[in-house]
């Protein structure tokens, strides 16, 4: 009977959908589905961020046109500080929305890297930042708005970037913010996330 009762309760996770997150921007908002069901640590540990306001009042600080827009460095507070884009969250725990279990966050707010979905850097996705050593992934992630599949974890070159979401609605704000005056590659009127 116990079996047949976690064969139906894992039945049921699997046919529920994936959540969704709204992105509030000053420049507009965009919808994203986060794939939970295909990277649950990295998901998990975005709305464990999300969801402590972590990333609220933070800026946009890598925008490079036809490539992607990168977001989530604390230091970005001060959309003009040198060192935005070198930062990552505090160490801690988080809970694994999927097993239920404790991830940790460590050596600078580091998750441990989750290539295991095949899902490509194509535009409009989602896909975890980090330093381009293993494991040094944290907070930074970056929104695809070019063909980027030379960032698949499983393609041949050097950076691996593993992709966990996609944009499902206000695709136009992302390519709003792409084109956007930058200096070094930082907007220069600062672009806001109000919330998550």
């Known amino acids: 009977m116990l079996k047949k009762v976690f064969v139906l309760a894992a039945l049921a996770a699997a046919e529920a959908a994936n959540p969704s997150a709204v992105f509030e921007t000053t420049e507009g908002s965009f919808t994203a589905e986060l794939f939970l069901d295909r990277t649950p640590i990295t998901v ?14 933070l800026h946009f600080h890598r925008v490079i046109p036809n490539f992607m827009n990168q977001f989530g460095c604390p230091n970005s507070k001060d959309p003009k500080a040198r060192n935005a884009g070198q ?10 929305l999927v097993t239920g279990s404790t991830e940790k966050r460590s050596n600078g707010g580091n998750i441990q890297d989750e ?6 850097n194509k535009p409009g996705t989602l896909s975890m930042a980090n330093t381009g050593r293993p494991n040094s992934g944290g907070s930074q ?21 593993p992709v966990f979401g996609q944009i499902t609605d206000g695709m136009d704000i992302a390519l709003k913010i792409n084109k956007v005056q930058t200096r070094q590659d930082n907007p220069v009127v600062p672009i806001m996330m109000k919330s998550i």
């Open 44 to 57: 998990s540990n975005f709305i464990d961020l999300s969801t402590t306001g972590f990333y609220n009042g």
């Open 87 to 96: 930062g990552g969250p505090p160490d801690g725990e988080f809970k694994n």
């Open 115 to 120: 290539n295991i979905s095949r899902d490509s």
């Open 141 to 161: 992630f970056f929104l695809n708005v070019g063909n980027n599949a030379n960032l698949d974890w499983f393609s041949g070159g050097s950076s691996k970037h």
